[in-house]
């Protein structure tokens, strides 16, 4: 069996060379006004303001001439501006929503010449449809059902979160359908993919300064979601998926051997992190990869010296507190003493049940979208009202037994999808590692996801739009029988 040629399903047609002069003529005009700005700017003491003007006009421009940049871009900030930063901006106004603005009105453009609405007939679109829809009616069925609930303060925040995990999710399945429409080629899949391995990457340097200069106890970047050092654990352990992944299937042994060194330094970074549920995590990520050994001979070896190798390390590098802290797993365990951890689990346990009971009185449409803390409080007199750091119960207990079963099924239904391309012939062989990648990745999302919030998290929606684009490309190549 053969693959014929790469078949490009949308995209540009050729550009002519009247176009290309043109173009270039726009181009020298665009200099001269950039320019222009800046020499006013300058003039008038204004020389950062200009100098901004101009990175976000000369961005606009390449944004405008290629989608899939403004694509990775989102990606990139998703990933390194996911807490409240000054990349983020606040509010509506912010990077993501300007280029999502822009992105939307050339998607409208090119649906009125070419309207090909493939992207919506995918089951995942369907699925976040409908699991919208149930999260809408949840909300307002909890208007009927806590009438006298008020909007209270926490320590920084307002408790009731309806409002922006209600934007979030609009705003991150535009992002899927905008990027299920741009990003169609082979070249597009690898710089995703790119762009996600690096952005996650470079939060581990700062994670591993900040620990050795005693900045933390525990290991935590200073931005995106390594911020949080649970967190910090599950982009560690993900990253190790593709990057074993990635050495597996590579000639050079020295590649090779700069990948598994990547892979060394995400473990030390999980231990680091004294993360419970990321070192228990560590055992779910060597499972899935002796399951999965990848297309290199001796797989399982390695594997076992590098479980060997996070022994040693917890021998040598590791603190005894981190490793106090780790060892603590037991969630019945009763605090005493000066046990690291015991309070924070026992806390935890408290609110899972919480949920659980919440599950119960209202287990149709949940008790709305971003209420749980104010009802925790308000109804169910919890003097701490902490959210549930547990994406089953935040499901079942927000937005009801119909919510529930549709994220199984969203996450059924990728699966599914990402072993049909382990399993194509129209896979093409320098992209079957990114498919063997995604498996242990969306499996590693799940185990992490009893605790921590994370079904609303950029990361679930960009595993989920790799896997529907990826899909989407395989699908377009075709497979013939010599």
């Known amino acids: 069996m053969s693959v014929a040629a790469e078949q490009v399903?949308?995209?540009?047609?050729?550009?002519?060379?009247?176009?290309?002069?043109?173009?270039?003529?726009?181009?020298?005009?665009?200099?001269?006004?950039?320019?222009?700005?800046?020499?006013?700017?300058?003039?008038?003491?204004?020389?950062?303001?200009?100098l901004a003007l101009i990175v976000a006009s000369m961005m606009l421009v390449v944004v405008i001439a290629r989608p899939p940049v403004g694509i990775l871009l989102l990606l990139t900030n998703y990933l390194f501006a996911s807490y409240p930063t000054p990349i983020r901006g606040g509010g509506l106004l912010t990077i993501n929503n300007v280029l999502g603005i822009i992105l939307a009105v050339i998607l409208m453009a090119e649906l009125t010449q070419r309207p090909d609405f493939w992207f919506m007939r995918t089951r995942q679109v369907h699925l976040f449809i409908a699991i919208g829809i149930v999260l809408w009616v949840g909300t307002f069925v909890s208007y009927w059902q806590f009438p006298d609930l008020r909007i209270t303060w926490g320590k920084v925040r307002t408790l009731d979160q309806t409002a922006p995990l209600t934007r979030d999710f609009v705003t991150r399945f535009a992002f899927i359908l905008l990027a299920a429409k741009f990003l169609t080629t082979k070249r597009h899949i690898k710089m995703a993919v790119t762009v996600i391995m690096l952005c996650l990457i470079l939060v581990v340097p700062s994670a591993l300064i900040g620990w050795a200069t005693g900045a933390s106890e525990r290991a935590a970047a200073s931005f995106s979601m390594g911020t949080n050092s649970n967190r910090l654990a599950f982009l560690c352990l993900m990253q190790a998926a593709f990057w074993w992944h990635l050495g597996q299937h590579q000639r050079s042994s020295a590649i090779?051997?700069?990948?598994?060194?990547?892979?060394?330094?995400?473990?030390?970074?999980?231990?680091?992190?004294?993360?419970?549920?990321?070192?228990?995590?560590?055992?779910?990520?060597?499972?899935l990869l002796m399951r999965n050994r990848g297309a290199m001979k001796g797989g399982r070896i390695k594997i076992i010296m590098m479980v060997a190798l996070m022994i040693g390390m917890m021998l040598t590098i590791v603190p005894e507190e981190n490793l106090a802290r780790i060892a603590n797993l037991n969630p019945f365990a009763q605090g005493r003493g000066g046990d690291i951890g015991t309070h924070s689990t026992e806390r935890r346990v408290e609110t899972v049940g919480l949920g659980w009971d919440i599950f119960l009185e209202y287990p149709l449409f949940g008790i709305g979208l971003g209420n749980?803390?104010?009802?925790?409080?308000?109804?169910?007199?919890?003097?701490?009202?902490?959210?549930?750091?547990?994406?089953?119960?935040?499901?079942?207990?927000?937005?009801?037994?119909?919510?529930?079963?549709?994220?199984?099924?969203?996450?059924?239904?990728?699966?599914?999808?990402?072993?049909?391309?382990?399993?194509?012939?129209?896979?093409?062989?320098?992209?079957?590692?990114?498919?063997?990648?995604?498996?242990?990745?969306?499996?590693?999302?799940?185990?992490?996801?009893?605790?921590?919030?994370?079904?609303?998290?950029?990361?679930?929606?960009?595993?989920?739009?790799?896997?529907?684009?990826?899909?989407?490309?395989?699908?377009?190549?075709?497979?013939?029988?010599?």
């Open 256 to 287: 090779r051997m700069i990948c598994y060194g990547v892979i060394g330094t995400l473990i030390l970074t999980v231990l680091l992190t004294a993360s419970r549920s990321g070192f228990l995590g560590l055992g779910v990520l060597f499972y």
């Open 372 to 482: 749980f803390r104010e009802v925790a409080r308000q109804v169910y007199n919890d003097p701490f009202y902490r959210p549930p750091h547990n994406s089953y119960i935040w499901a079942l207990s927000e937005g009801g037994i119909f919510c529930f079963i549709l994220f199984l099924v969203l996450y059924y239904v990728t699966i599914r999808d990402i072993r049909w391309l382990q399993r194509s012939p129209a896979t093409p062989d320098d992209l079957r590692w990114i498919a063997a990648a995604l498996e242990p990745s969306i499996y590693l999302l799940l185990f992490y996801s009893f605790f921590a919030d994370m079904w609303l998290n950029p990361i679930t929606y960009i595993l989920i739009i790799v896997t529907i684009v990826f899909k989407r490309y395989v699908s377009s190549r075709r497979a013939v029988l010599v």
């Open 9 to 50: 399903f949308t995209g540009y047609e050729p550009v002519e060379r009247g176009t290309r002069r043109g173009a270039a003529i726009l181009g020298v005009a665009g200099l001269i006004v950039l320019g222009a700005m800046l020499a006013f700017g300058t003039f008038a003491g204004q020389e950062a303001t200009a």
